[in-house]
């Protein structure tokens, strides 16, 4: 931890593509830290690639965060800053610490099959590395085109990660890094350590796949004379087989996950839990206990898995924590339009999905009873006509209790009190598929209670028709 400055992360994604959840992921470990650290939270966006970032990209990172809930204190675009960068830049170049390379694709590709051929790692072998300046400005004059390369220096590098503990990399593998297509187009690693120097950020926390871009970044930040930030590189997130997450398992976007109905403090908490645990061994924590309890220093090394059964688990623990308007009103989107839930239909459903997506087939029946077959009235197979004897001795009963007492507990108690323990399926199965058309739904008793006693004696008088075995 730095104690002489105070607390200062960021999360820089690239608008290229959706907000993933690995993103996701590492945005919210950013907050986390800032939050539990008494920190600033600063988020901004690497647009320097103009030819795949999309406002729309943009829109949807900034959207998908809100949705979680980490708001930021600080918001940047590089595209925004790229006067900054050609200072820094024309800087380094008349140090002589970058210089032009004009290197063919092509003649670069075959010097990297050579080394690979003799079982070497490929690294740029310093073709243009001593070009002398006047055959530099004839090239540069006659438009040949080029990049800007930074000097690696044969040394090795160390730095203490918050999460793996000592790094260290021997820089003579690395070869000279490209840093700028030009003057006015910077790449990540030069933009990146700017950004993170003039930003003032302490903490650069990220994927481990970022592990190999570090020591680059701090040869630059020495060149540059900057203040050296403290490194965090958090596990990736793996499918299932250990494979990195692909939409081959499951969504990868956040937004497929919001708009399919999971909740954002689930999300948050599974997220979370990508890659870090509490001490105790807890499974639902809200924001405000994982930012008390946050310590990045506990994090895991090795990948974390993407368990979609988890998420559904915790998602319908969250749900079932909404108070039925909170419920109601969630489930808005979900359902047909002209259609309402009553908080007693709501009830009967509320405990019973993983994902707000799955209520509308759920809740259907309560505003058009589907068509279904009279086999489906069965109980087990047994005569069809016993299921009408049964549902209309229900029918006898439901027509004797007064509007005013005509709710679910009422009815459960009375009902039940009539039948034989060993044989209530002959009853309830059929007056529930008689209410609801379905063979697989709430009970008898929380419908009756949803719907009332005038809907609930139609759909039994209807059902009873449709076995032509009764008159009623």
């Not at 989107?333 to 259609?339: F, L, R």
Request: proline share 4%; hydrophobic share 40%; charged share 30%.
């Amino acid at each position: 931890m730095t104690a002489s400055k105070k607390v200062k992360v960021r999360f820089a994604p690239s608008p290229t593509g959706l907000l993933h959840v690995g993103n996701a992921r590492t945005a919210l470990f950013n907050w986390i830290f800032a939050r539990a650290n008494g920190g600033t939270f600063v988020l901004r966006i690497e647009d320097t690639d103009t030819a795949r970032s999309k406002p729309e990209f943009e829109k949807d990172i900034t959207e998908g965060l809100e949705w979680l809930g980490l708001g930021w204190d600080e918001y940047y675009k590089q595209s925004e800053r790229t006067n900054i960068y050609r200072e820094y830049l024309e800087k380094l170049l008349g140090e002589g610490r970058i210089y032009y390379c004009f290197c063919a694709k092509d003649e670069l590709e075959i010097q990297r099959q050579a080394m690979l051929t003799q079982g070497l790692a490929p690294k740029y072998v310093g073709t243009c590395r001593n070009l002398d300046k006047e055959e530099v400005k004839k090239r540069l004059d006659r438009g040949d085109e080029h990049v800007l390369r930074f000097r690696i220096p044969e040394t090795k590098i160390e730095f203490k990660d918050m999460v793996r503990g000592r790094i260290s990399f021997d820089t003579s593998i690395m070869g000279d890094v490209v840093v700028a297509r030009d003057l006015d187009n910077p790449l990540y690693n030069f933009a990146v350590v700017i950004d993170d120097a003039l930003n003032e950020i302490t903490h650069v926390i990220r994927g481990e796949d970022h592990i190999s871009n570090t020591p680059k970044q701090i040869l630059i930040i020495n060149a540059l004379g900057f203040r050296v930030p403290e490194f965090g590189h958090l596990p990736l997130i793996l499918n299932p087989d250990r494979s990195k997450l692909s939409k081959r398992f499951t969504d990868t976007a956040l937004r497929d996950y919001k708009d399919d109905g999971y909740l954002a403090p689930a999300m948050v908490n599974f997220l979370a839990f990508l890659g870090w645990h509490p001490k105790e061994n807890k499974d639902v924590m809200n924001i405000d206990e994982i930012v008390k309890e946050f310590d990045i220093t506990r994090a895991q090394k090795g990948g974390a898995v993407f368990d979609i059964e988890k998420l559904n688990w915790l998602n319908s623990s969250y749900i079932k924590e909404l108070d039925l308007e909170e419920f109601i009103k969630a489930t808005e989107k979900y359902i047909s339009k002209g259609w309402k839930l009553t908080p007693a239909m709501a009830e009967t459903v509320r405990g019973r999905i993983e994902k707000l997506s799955e209520v509308k087939n759920l809740v259907d029946f309560y505003f058009e009873l589907p068509e279904y077959d009279p086999e489906l009235l069965r109980w087990r197979g047994g005569p069809l006509k016993d299921s009408a004897l049964h549902m209309k001795e229900t029918l006898e009963f439901l027509r004797s209790v007064p509007e005013e007492e005509f709710a679910q507990a009422k009815l459960e108690k009375e009902l039940l009190s009539k039948l034989p323990k060993e044989s209530r399926g002959d009853t309830l199965w059929p007056v529930r598929v008689a209410l609801s058309g379905k063979s697989a739904s709430p009970g008898p008793f929380e419908i009756m209670g949803a719907i009332g006693k005038k809907e609930s004696i139609t759909r039994i008088e209807e059902a009873i028709k449709k076995t032509g075995m009764l008159d009623i």
